[in-house]
T-cell receptor, first 114, second 113 residues
């Protein structure tokens, strides 16, 4: 299994531009999570999908952020328009929904907004 | 109060010395507890987990952790560290709804020779 695949690994963009981060979860996993990691705030849960349906998006910072999961093998996190304070590492993780979620993380997408 | 608190942001140790990374959790989370490790420029990897049963949990790379309900702690230990253990370590707990993990802010373990 190739694990959780994220792209791009690095993204540098200018303020105001649209950013799309992509994630392919592990085949067979039915839960998908987007986390954001910054020095100041650590790892924050942004949104959680179960069976492709968004269950909890209370961590999404504002309307500029949106996430979709059109099928079991693909999810996107979009920021439009991007701002410098969005600079962070964004992680996607997946798990098989059970009584105790053991998450498998992707390698992350490092976003820099100038 | 934070749901998961890692008491030390940085822990420097010498190679072959023992190490303990401290983690406390609050009543706002469940007692499904985890430790993850993050090596530079990589994602997080599961070290070990406590779900129930024996309070001493053994994980990969010689790490172990002890669940202490009375002290609401889940400290991570290794009797003898290697240079290769240098990484960021995250303690995590499942939320009460059982839907997602809440992470501590991480502890940077730096092992030098």
């Amino acid at each position: 299994d190739a694990g959780v695949i994220q792209s791009p690994r690095h993204e540098v963009t200018e303020m105001g531009q649209e950013v799309t981060l992509r994630c392919k979860p592990i085949s067979g996993h039915n839960s998908l999570f987007w986390y954001r990691q910054t020095m100041m705030r650590g790892l924050e849960l942004l949104i959680y999908f179960n069976n492709n349906v968004p269950i909890d998006d209370s961590g999404m910072p504002e309307d500029r952020f949106s996430a979709k999961m059109p099928n079991a093998s693909f999810s996107t996190l979009k920021i439009q328009p991007s701002e410098p304070r969005d600079s962070a590492v964004y992680f996607c993780a997946s798990s098989f929904r059970s009584g105790a979620n053991v998450l498998t993380f992707g390698a992350g997408s490092r976003l820099t907004v100038l | 109060a934070q749901s998961v608190t890692q008491l030390d942001s940085q822990v420097p140790v010498f190679e072959e010395a023992p190490v303990e990374l401290r983690c406390n959790y609050s009543s706002s989370v469940s007692v499904y507890l985890f430790w993850y490790v993050q090596y530079p420029n990589q994602g997080l990897q599961l070290l070990l987990k406590y779900l129930s049963g024996s309070t001493l949990v053994k994980g990969i790379n010689g790490f172990e952790a002890e669940f202490n309900k009375s002290q609401t702690s889940f400290h991570l230990r290794k009797p003898s560290v290697h240079i290769s253990d240098t990484a960021e370590y995250f303690c995590a707990a499942m939320n009460q709804a059982g839907t997602a993990l809440i992470f501590g802010k991480g502890t940077t373990l730096s092992v030098s020779s």
